[in-house]
């Protein structure tokens, strides 16, 4: 007995002194003398593409993640986006498509290493550039990525969570992990009007060492201006990379960070091989061969390069976020012009960038994983559910009350932190003749009705777009439903970064008093056996061509073994879509009337097989549905995020100011 018990010790020891020596000698720096990185002592560059787990569903990481190394990367670089894992303060979650622990390891199996992007701010086009929301409800004057009180309270207690989880996944522990950044291009925030708070970035640099250790490499990344981006957003003893688009004169290219960092390898954290999209602008596109080229060149330099993005993903649900000055809300599509595609699909572009790094690494020996199916499962016929109005109890949650108050209140202070919020107030006197409505505190879209029918459209920033003139009677309801479009992810508007209707509402001189604000959220409708019987309809406008905030619903056929697909609202005009079966997918926003995208990608995962998946569009402005043979909505198998912005609307969209908005250039 005696013996037997002495083994099982004895081996586990043994092993644990193993595994220690193995770590012991896992080891990675930046050799400055030699102007490289060393693994282990030996020489070693990465070649790298960016992947946001968070714009991808768990169960395509392998595949996504295998494609990239078939690429001939060896190296994921990754963001870790708070408010995707604390939208409510304390409650947080690390599990399914949240799982980032998991996702590193996937990395890992599939032979990648990672460089990591911590923030807390991130940028990439996310909503809030990754911070939660719930800090505005604690304090909306607060001033982000500043050592400013409110801030870093809720920094520091993140980073305490966050960070011990990293540790042990650090390379020199035994896990993928190479680098760890902090903060994100903070030289920008400075350029666009924000600050340049270097004790701010000495705290992120001293709660990083402290919590991932002294060896850990940290590092930090901004723009290729050398002043005053990478004067404020470099610290001592945090290694500086920079960011450029592609270039055939790496030299030139890489001098800001050879400025700040005289020795040293040479890294681009974002090589840009395609860009963003914002509604209402033609969809961006970057040439493969310039892109091959610059890559061919770049790499013959001897850089370390990380492209950006190799896979975009897709902004579900509310996670776009808006580029500011002027305010530019990204699409549901982060496709970005990638190697893969938003759906993971191989491009030429995949295809001529693994020929060039063929050209300085050998390619592992495997194939290339193929495109996954698409399919195309045609028409299915949408049946008006209810106005906004009629279905607010099923829009909510159980607990969620609606907010009295003199005054407007932000959305954010009444924990309605992404998508919608009803604003209602009960006219207390007649106003028989044309009277201004003024919401100047819009952010960022108001659908205003009188008792139910709508009446017009208020826009954030459009001074022309802020008022209208409206009759009413005492004791008629005024509606206003406010789209939160996104937050500000991008410069000095992060502040400042209130939703709902943030002013006073004023109809000629008087300050409307007594609101109530309702919570909207469309992924929590559930449709009934009910819900296929209405016979009614919504409202609509004087004019008839536009009518109150509604839901649709609709069945897809039971399906045995789902895939891929793209739906389709040509016909609709904006709003939101979910999928639901026994779990509701917010599959995002579509605006078709505004391009350049026009389908939404549905991914396999959030089909379920061999049960009923309802289609549900909450429609903000007209549905094809004033007869039931058009009210329909169609899966197809093939993307279009491409197409033409709608002429009057794009016209709008590229002015900051002045454009008048007309109900009719949009339909």
Known sequence: MATYMFRPTFTFVFLFIIIHAL????????DYDNDMFRMDGKPFRYISGSIHYSRIPSYYWKDRLQKMKAAGLNAVQVYVPWNFHEMEENELNFEGD????????????????VVLRAGPYICGEWDFGGFPPYILAKNPNTIFRTMDSTYIKYVDKWLDVLYPMLKPLLYINGGPVLMVQIENEYGSYKV???YCDHDYMRHLRNKAFSLLGKEAVIFTTDGDRDSPELRCGTIEGVYATIDFHPTLDPKKAFQPQRDWEPKGPLVNSEFYTGWLDHWGFKHSTTGLDIVAKSLDVLLAYGANINMYMFEGGTNFGYWNGANYPAFLPVPTSYDYDGPLTEAGDVTDKYLALRQVISKYVKTPPMPIPANTPKMAYGKIEMKFAGTVQDLLDKLRKPNQ????????VYMQAFGQYQGYALYRHIFKQDYPTAQNLSVVGIRDRGYIMIDQVPVGLVIRERIHNLSLSITAKKGQTLDILVENQGHINFGS???????????????GTTILTDWEMFPVSPELYVPSTDTFKSTGTPYYSKDGRFMSPSIYVGQMPTLTDPQDTYLDPTTWSKGQTIIRSNTAYNIGRYWPIAGPQIRLFVPKPYLAPNTVNNVIMFELEMA?????????????DKPLINATAHGPYHKYMSQEIGYKYNWHSFH
Not at 401 to 408: E, G, I, L
């Open 493 to 507: 508007g992060i502040n400042n970064n209130t939703k709902g209707i943030i002013h006073n509402v004023t109809i």
């Open 23 to 30: 770590k012991a000698n896992r080891t990675f720096t930046i």
């Open 98 to 113: 949240k799982d980032l622990v998991g996702f590193i390891k996937q990395a890992q199996e599939v032979d990648l290493f």
């Open 401 to 408: 009350k609606p907010v009295t108050a003199t005054y407007p």
């Open 624 to 636: 094809p549905c004033k007869t039931q043979a058009g009210c329909t909505v169609e899966f197809k």
């Open 192 to 194: 666009t009007g924000g």
